[in-house]
């Protein structure tokens, strides 16, 4: 019996959507497998409404993925039937292959094979009989990943099976070839797909020789896709931990060697992003080779291929290449020169003059970032405590805690104004070290003031 009405309220708050109510019903006693007025689990009613966060708390809180339903189907089922990887992935919890006997887990992988075989719109087309045109629009399926989703016949579907299955075939260590599971992720067009970054983590999983050779090889496809998704996969791969120490280094002179030879700007963009995460001693000679390529995207990873841990370090020519691209003409490379060149002592006052006509430009975004890099800066100048002043007047209140972050690093007397002027932050800046840096300052005025009274006393 639901005394409290904890199961309603859990209910309302995964229809509602609201992550944080249904954490808190649940650690509040509410029963994760709560059904609503139609005997629907609340984990199918997240699941429903392709919201991953809720569905992920539910699971997270003891609901069950596999509880029968009366028609047949199980939670992680209509999961697997959606086609959001997102909301897969937060429903399948967590063993699945020993949690589930090897029939249902075939069936599983059946029907997730069924809809990408056959794709969205026909799949639809049997389900409701509908012979009119299918609506298809683009929509995040989580913070980085998008997806078709598809609407027939009065029934909602998301084209992400191809990851869907991807993901179950390694759950269930099926060892699907790699020449098929790229071949997977490079269908769809875009690499923001769900499909894309589904595939790219399931192979870096896959912790083998013969997987990291079928994989690589694609470098030569002719087919920039599947050269994009190399380098997605070798960048992928530079951010865990377990294979670097064996890998590393083979894997940074492939890509030093593959940035000579790629004549896709694209596609060599993406190599350059990757090269960057790794350390090799012609890192820098591989910025370099492309500091004046005629393409944007391949001179906005060259000021990171510059990047040393100790600006003195830097050779000049590469502080004469990093100088060129703080007066690009593309303001993305223009950013991302001064945030490397903004721990230049040769270079401060060329990047600071950059950022400061950024910061007075007609792009919110291209502000509030120059001002990130230009209150971050060693740069002690009235001007740029000046523009970080003014910076006060935005509509961004991020925008106005960066300046007042800027003015505190500074020790600026207007510090205090400057973050009345802030105004008041909502939740989520507890530990926000820009919100805490007002007490900070006060402290140190304190701490001086009190040092100077003791000299003259």
Known sequence: MDENGLGVRLIAAVRAGDVEAVRALLGDGADPDTVDGSGLPALCVAVAAYDAPVAEALVEGGADPDRALPDGTTPLWRAVDGGSHAVFAAVLGAEPRLRLPEPDRARLIALAADWYGTGAVEGLRRRTGAVGPATTVRVPDDTYDRVDQVSLGGMVVRAGHGGVLSTLEWAFRILTPVDELVARAVRRPGEE??????????????????????VVAHRHHPDPAHRRFVADYLRSRSFVDWDRPYYGKKEAELLVGWSAEETDSAVLAKVLGALTEYEHPDLEAAGLRHA????????????????????????????EALLALTRDPDVEVRLRACSVGADDEVLRSEVTRALLLMVEGPDAAVRRRAAETLAASADRTPAVADALMALLDEDDQILRLEAAWGLARRDDPRTEEAYERVGALGPGFEEDHRAGALLHWKWRRQDAAAAAAATTS
């Open 193 to 214: 797909h769900a499909d894309w970054s589904a595939v790219c983590w399931v192979l870096v999983s896959r912790r083998s020789d013969e997987t990291w050779t079928a």
């Open 292 to 319: 004046d390529h005629p393409d944007p995207r391949v001179r906005r990873e060259v000021p990171d291929a510059l990047l040393t841990n100790d600006g003195g370090r830097r050779s000049p020519a590469a502080r």
